[in-house]
Protein backbone atom coordinates (compact mmCIF):
# COMPACT_ATOMS: atom_id res chain seq x y z
CA UNK A 1 0.00 0.00 0.00
CA UNK A 2 1.52 3.33 -0.54
CA UNK A 3 1.25 6.08 0.83
CA UNK A 4 -1.10 7.96 -1.24
CA UNK A 5 -3.26 5.08 -0.73
CA UNK A 6 -3.13 5.39 3.25
CA UNK A 7 -4.09 9.01 3.26
CA UNK A 8 -6.90 8.39 1.08
CA UNK A 9 -8.09 5.77 3.61
CA UNK A 10 -7.82 7.67 6.43
CA UNK A 11 -9.12 10.87 4.84
CA UNK A 12 -12.41 8.30 3.78
CA UNK A 13 -12.24 7.38 7.50
CA UNK A 14 -12.32 11.38 8.61
CA UNK A 15 -14.74 12.39 6.31
CA UNK A 16 -17.43 9.95 7.93
CA UNK A 17 -16.72 6.64 5.19
CA UNK A 18 -15.37 3.83 7.41
CA UNK A 19 -16.67 0.94 5.52
CA UNK A 20 -15.79 2.78 1.84
CA UNK A 21 -12.26 3.01 3.40
CA UNK A 22 -12.22 -0.58 3.68
CA UNK A 23 -13.14 -1.34 0.50
CA UNK A 24 -11.36 0.52 -1.31
CA UNK A 25 -8.23 -0.55 0.96
CA UNK A 26 -9.14 -3.79 0.13
CA UNK A 27 -9.49 -3.17 -3.80
CA UNK A 28 -5.64 -1.58 -3.40
CA UNK A 29 -4.40 -4.28 -1.41
CA UNK A 30 -5.74 -6.72 -4.79
CA UNK A 31 -4.21 -3.85 -7.24
CA UNK A 32 -7.31 -3.11 -8.22
CA UNK A 33 -9.11 0.40 -8.88
CA UNK A 34 -11.52 1.55 -5.85
CA UNK A 35 -14.79 1.96 -7.25
CA UNK A 36 -17.73 2.25 -4.88
CA UNK A 37 -21.16 0.53 -5.29
CA UNK A 38 -23.08 4.22 -4.61
CA UNK A 39 -22.07 7.37 -5.91
CA UNK A 40 -19.39 9.09 -2.72
CA UNK A 41 -19.99 12.43 -1.89
CA UNK A 42 -16.95 13.77 -0.65
CA UNK A 43 -14.76 16.48 -1.02
CA UNK A 44 -13.01 17.43 -4.29
CA UNK A 45 -9.41 16.89 -3.19
CA UNK A 46 -10.35 13.56 -1.66
CA UNK A 47 -12.19 12.39 -4.72
CA UNK A 48 -8.91 13.38 -6.60
CA UNK A 49 -6.76 11.37 -4.15
CA UNK A 50 -8.54 8.76 -4.98
CA UNK A 51 -8.71 8.73 -8.47
CA UNK A 52 -4.75 9.22 -7.85
CA UNK A 53 -4.20 5.95 -6.11
CA UNK A 54 -6.63 4.31 -8.83
CA UNK A 55 -4.35 5.22 -11.54
CA UNK A 56 -1.57 4.04 -9.30
CA UNK A 57 -3.02 0.17 -9.65
CA UNK A 58 -4.04 0.20 -13.12
CA UNK A 59 -2.25 2.84 -14.90
CA UNK A 60 -5.64 4.73 -15.87
CA UNK A 61 -7.33 7.11 -14.75
CA UNK A 62 -10.45 6.32 -12.69
CA UNK A 63 -13.11 8.70 -11.68
CA UNK A 64 -15.72 8.01 -8.73
Request: hydrophobic share 35%.
Amino acid sequence: MTNTQARAIWELCRQGFPLSADEAEASWQKGQPYRPDWPLKVSRALQQLIEDCNRDTDGHWETI
